[in-house]
């Protein structure tokens, strides 16, 4: 299995990854064109770190990094995992998310956080197989909550 660091002459395809996730679960997405330019953008400064998956590519994972007031090093999100339809239960995603943990792991990084739906079963069972708690109702401390609110 493939699985490469993107740079920003990936910015297509990368964009195309990432309008697919949206549109398959019919969330907004400014479309190719704008995501490839926005993209290609910040693979060449490092404000993101993209890992492709699968010949086509199939599938990738988009980490961002930002500084913390608890450690010298940075945590790391992982802001997005997709793999397209046709490709999932092969591995990809798994491969894709040891990737980005190497990646943050490689940063100094002594965390990384994620967030996922309640209804994407497969994902949460991906990240439960790979050591990731899920802190919301957690016997370890106080429960949860992911917020966003549109500007």
Do not use: H
Request: glycine content about 10%; hydrophobic content about 40%; overall charge negative.
């Amino acid at each position: 299995m493939t699985v490469r660091r993107a740079g920003p002459a990936d910015a297509r395809e990368v964009a195309r990854l990432l309008d697919a996730f949206n549109r398959e679960y019919d969330e907004p997405t400014p479309g190719v064109e704008v995501l490839a330019e926005r993209a290609g953008r910040m693979l060449e400064t490092g404000e993101i770190v993209v890992f492709l998956a699968g010949d086509g590519p199939d599938g990738l994972a988009q980490l961002t990094f930002r500084t913390s007031i608890w450690s010298e090093a940075p945590d790391a999100y992982l802001a997005e995992l997709y793999v397209a339809p046709k490709r999932r239960g092969e591995g990809l995603g798994r491969a894709l998310l040891e990737a980005a943990i190497a990646a943050a792991r490689a940063a100094g990084s002594e965390v990384i956080d994620l967030n996922t739906s309640d209804d994407d079963t497969a994902a949460i069972a991906l990240y439960e197989r790979a050591g990731f708690t899920n802190r919301e109702g957690s016997p370890d401390g106080p429960a949860m909550r992911y917020y966003e609110r549109a500007l």
